[in-house]
C-alpha cells in the first residue's frame, strides 16, 4: 500500500464568527488569506535529577498549544473583519476571545464528517503593515482551555467540492460533553 501524503491544504481553520448581538451560535468560517499558521505544542516540562542517578528525568505536565499568524487584509472577508476589530479595538479578555475549529480532511468520521478539534483561542498581535504588497497582520493565537474534540460537517458551495468548503458545524464528542 502506497503511502498518502498529507499536504498543509488538507488540514483547514475555521474561525468562529459571533453571532450579531453576541447571542446565538457562532459560524464557523474558512480561515483563508493567511500566509502563515503554524501551530506549537508549548509543553509545560517537570524536570529533575535524582542523587542516586546519573541522568535527569523529564515529565510533561501540561500544554500550552499557541498558533503564530499571518494574513494579507481582505475587505469583505469575516475572518479577516473580525481579527482586524479585535486588534485594532485592543480589545481585552473575553472580547479578544475566539473559537476556532482545525479540520482533517484526511480522516473521516460518522456520515459526511471529518475528525475535528475545537478550541478557545486570544487573540494576541503583534505587528501590521509589515509589507509593501498588501496590508497584513500578525500574532498569536493561544489557547484558553482544553480541546474539545468532535466532528465538522461541511457545507459546500453550491456547485462547488469540499475542497471549496467555506463553512462547518460542529458536534462535539459525547465523552468531551461530559466534562
Known sequence: MAETLVKRSDKKMFWGIPATGGSGTATFTRMKGFTELSGSKNPT??????VDEDFARTDV??????WSFAFDEFVGDAVCEDIVGI???EKLGTDAQRDIIQVDFTKTKGSGGFEAIKRTVSVIGDTEGD????YTYSGTFRTSGSPITGTATIATPAG???KDVLTVTFEEDAEDSDQ
Open 45 to 50: 516540562e517537570y524536570e529533575r535529577q535524582y
Open 61 to 66: 505536565t501540561g500544554y500550552s498549544p499557541s
Open 87 to 89: 486588534l485594532d479595538g
Open 131 to 134: 509589507s509593501t504588497d498588501a
Open 160 to 162: 462547488g467540492n469540499s
